[in-house]
């Protein structure tokens, strides 16, 4: 601070002087005229037509050797002096110097507010004018006149924001001279070593201190060891130097950013731009505040969502962002969800790095991590099974487990203590649910969600129906092993995603058989409906797939595409552009389907109408029949809960003999028969449940036989 002290004891020298002259110069000073400055008087007038055109004010009586003082000077290095640093950085000259002098006084003592109203001669002007600088830092009318290119756009001053010109409030239309000097915060938190972000960044911005070392994240040692030596290079050298980190896990990547700061030894101003204004007029000049900012404080700029600006609308303001990012000979991270889309900017050579999903070791590491950190203790396989199935970010894995954790003591709250609580009392499916709930928002308003009910014992299957259904749960359960610690992923060039087919009519299981699986794999399950998303115009069914496929890409789902036949009929030939696009419609969901890693279920009645085409490439094919007599006992007995009062006999034999119904049938008919024994009596008789059959009937069509009905009864 001491050059700084230096410097506005220069300052005061130079206004000292100047008082002097205007003493003169105003016959007497204020005293002498109580309503100076605010009115013009006839000796005013008279004193203003004899002044030299351009003379500045405070020149004509003052000594060369006094003169001299009015250029303020600094000493020392940029590393002892931030005046000496913002004229390396800036390029600066005594004159700009001398300007920013007396542009801070004012903010560090009021006192000059009123020694500058006072030189200016009006009692409203508190802050120094482009004129009152002029006057006081020019010798001669040539140099006054010289120096106004120092209040240019172009200027060093003005271009890199260090003053503001504010025009005359009072003045419609003022001249240069008439606009007041207002230093930029940056440029005065600067000056006094003040390190606090400033106000204008505060509600999109927040600086760290780095303490992520990097050499504990579970990333590859080319960005955990070799970026950091380059960035280190180029900070040293003061080249710049420009890296895009993409992918949808942002905490990995500002962690990784946190780590290079940390190797630099320098805090780490974070930057997210979810948060910045939307005023396009904004944009630019807010950015131009973040990179003084930065260079100011000396900090590693991290700007994180980028993706935010680069929105059609945006295009414009993107441009100009970029351009000013060129323009600086610093190290800056950009941060967003997509790669890198080179535009026409000046910004050139940027290092574009992937943070793609998080694998299963990585998943692995961060669910071990802040497991450990709440003392929850899971065996290996629980803790493989959550790495596995669950594709979350880190962020999402270290929420999920404190979701978890404060859902079970919420749950305990009437039986124990908060703290008492033990953390072996969150078992893995807590887990599973908190982490479900973190990953499937986006999904949820474009599918229906499907909360299963059913578990294996609910269905009635032949024996390899059922077989294949738990192969299919195997095969997600084991996919990890197979294909990544066997080596399969080497072998295969598609997807590591499984694709099933359930065909039959409607009633036989298809649904619930995917319920069961969601159950058993504690996933959640989605049902979209083909029918709604193909779309008669061309290009519009692709993008309704498109974003389903982007969503559930996040969600850690089980996707169930109902009528399958509506989009995967089989491909007509190619009589026009409808057609060309209606099969283009079809192979664009099958790669979409393949590239999904998760497990998608399709469903049709119509098996015989699906192009082979498209069922050689499904890994489970399972046709769901009507069930048989056997079969349909078997669902008598399961179609009623064991809570439900029925009559001792029901004639599970005789209904499942004489009545071929399909599962959802004999399930509907139970449900109504109940409705119909709660109003009348206690308990279901059989007479409620031949009821319920013949309003089954009446929705189908079918007409009940009056032999068979009595037999029953």
Known sequence: MDDLIHFLHQLDQCLETAV????????????????????????????????????????????????????????????????????????????????LAIALAPE??????RLYAYLQDDVRAKRPTVDLSLNLLSGSALEKLEHRVHFSPDSSLIHHGLIQLIPDPY?????????SIKLDPLVVNLLLEQ?????????????????????????????????????????????????YFHGSDQSIKQDVGEAIALVLNVPLLIANLNNISDVKSELVSTFSILIREAKFQNVLLYIDKLERLQQPDHENQYQDILNLLATQNRVVILSGSTAWKNINTQLQGVVNLSFPMLDVEQRHHFWQKHLEAAHINLDNDDLMDLSDRLRLTSDQIANAVAIATNQQQWQNLAKEEVSALSSESIQVSHLFNAARSLSSQNLKSLSQQ??????????????????????????????????????????????????????????????????????????????????????KYIGETEKNLNQI????????????????????????????????????????LLQKMEEYEGLAILTTNLRNNMDEAFTRRLQ??????????????QIWQKAFPKDTPCEDDLGFSFLAHNFELTGANIRSIALRSAFFAVKESSIVERRHVIQAIRREYQKTGKILKDNIENGYL
């Open 195 to 243: 390190h606090s972000l400033d106000n204008r960044l505060s509600h999109f911005c927040k600086i760290i201190t780095p303490k992520q070392n990097g050499k504990n994240l579970p990333l590859a040692d080319k960005i955990k060891h070799t970026l950091p030596k380059l960035v280190q290079h180029h900070w040293d050298a003061q080249t710049p130097l420009t890296l």
């Open 171 to 179: 003045q419609s239309l003022p001249s240069l001279l008439a606009h």
């Open 108 to 113: 560090l003592d009021r006192r000059y507010e």
């Open 549 to 588: 496929f982007t969503a559930a890409a996040d969600a850690n789902a089980i996707l169930l595409f109902d009528e399958a036949d509506a989009l995967f009929g089989k491909r007509s030939n190619v009589k026009d552009a409808h057609d060309r696009y209606a099969n283009l419609e079809v192979s664009y």
């Open 450 to 535: 499907i909360h299963p009910k059913y578990v294996w014992d609910d269905i009635v299957l032949a024996n390899h129906q059922e077989a294949q259904l738990r192969e299919i749960c195997d095969q997600i359960k084991y996919q990890n092993l197979v294909w990544n610690t066997w080596g399969f992923n080497k072998k295969q060039s598609l997807g590591k995603g499984l694709n099933v087919l359930f065909s039959g009519i409607s009633g036989t299981g298809k649904t619930m058989s995917a319920e069961i699986i969601a159950q058993e794999l504690q996933l959640d399950l989605y049902k979209i409906d083909l029918s709604q998303i193909v779309n």
């Open 620 to 633: 489970f094919i399972i046709d769901f029949s009507l069930p048989n007599e056997k079969q349909r006992h």
């Open 20 to 99: 002097k002259t205007a003493q003169t110069l105003f016959a007497g000073g204020i005293d002498a005229d109580p309503y100076r400055g605010i009115q013009i008087g006839e000796q005013e007038v008279e004193r203003l037509l004899k002044q030299t055109p351009s003379e500045p004010l405070f020149s004509s009586s003052v000594s060369p050797s006094v003169q001299n003082n009015l250029h303020l000077e600094v000493s020392g290095t940029a590393e002892t002096s931030k005046f000496v640093w913002l004229q390396e950085q800036f390029g600066l000259d005594s004159f700009d110097l001398g300007v």
